[in-house]
């Protein structure tokens, strides 16, 4: 499966923005899919992750009630909501996918997914 991150940008602190993901190339609910960023001189980290069913879902601890994964089964893409976007946001984003045999799973280790997105830049200004 290829995947498309798309949506990023800049936006002032207390800003929104939504990210998405495209898949092609697959069956889009095959795949749990999960969104991590990487800022400048930090490790990747898993920020949102969701079941192929899209009834299970992870956040980060730090971003919860601020984002939203959420999947659209029948279209195909992916999104992250984003919201009270805060300078500390400031990253690379970047979709992930794998397949996976039960639909309620959701993987937060990028070791999981062998597919990635290209990634979006989103910037947040104070």
């Known amino acids: 499966v290829q995947l498309q991150a798309f949506g990023g940008g800049l936006v002032q602190a207390g800003g929104s923005l939504r990210l998405s993901c495209a898949a092609s190339?697959?069956?889009?609910?095959?795949?749990?899919m999960g969104w991590f960023r990487q800022a400048p001189g930090k490790e990747r980290e898993c920020i949102a992750a969701?079941?192929?069913?899209?009834?299970?879902?992870y956040y980060a601890d730090s971003l919860k009630g601020r984002f939203a994964i959420s999947r659209d089964n029948a279209k195909g893409p992916l999104y992250l909501q984003m919201n009270s976007l805060k300078p500390e946001d400031t990253a690379d984003y970047y979709c992930?996918?794998?397949?996976?045999?039960?639909?309620?799973?959701?993987?937060?280790?990028?070791?999981?997914?062998?597919?990635w997105g290209q990634g979006t830049q989103v910037t947040v200004s104070s």
């Open positions: 992930a996918a794998r397949t996976s045999g039960l639909a309620s799973l959701y993987y937060i280790n990028g070791y999981d997914y062998p597919y």
């Open positions: 969701i079941s192929r069913s899209g009834r299970s879902a």
């Open positions: 190339g697959g069956t889009f609910n095959n795949y749990a």
